[in-house]
């Protein structure tokens, strides 16, 4: 699913179709991710693995963030608030 059908759903699906992106770029399961697991302390990632993670979604998403935004990335809730708005 590109960027334009994902901004075209409601904002529930929106949702859930990021966070099944989210689970496949992490290859770890739905359940696992919520809005305030931690990147780094919960899912181990390093800021490298970070920076990986972000261009994937911009990629697939076809939505780009600020190297600002992109910083202020910590928790899966952060991701949402940048990709879905």
């Known amino acids: 699913m590109n960027a334009s059908a994902i901004r075209a759903l ?6 859930a179709a990021l966070m099944h992106k ?16 931690r990147l780094r302390e919960d899912l181990f990632l390093d ?3 970070i920076e990986l993670l972000v261009a994937g979604l911009e990629s697939k998403l ?12 910590e928790t899966v809730g952060d991701l949402q608030h940048f990709f879905l708005r």
Request: proline share 5%; glycine share 2%; hydrophobic share 25%.
């Open 47 to 49: 800021a490298m693995d």
């Open 62 to 73: 076809e939505y780009y963030l600020t190297e600002e935004e992109a910083g202020q990335i």
């Open 22 to 37: 989210l689970s496949s770029e992490l290859r770890t399961p739905d359940h696992r991710l919520h809005s305030f697991t």
């Open 10 to 15: 409601p904002n529930q699906n929106r949702t």
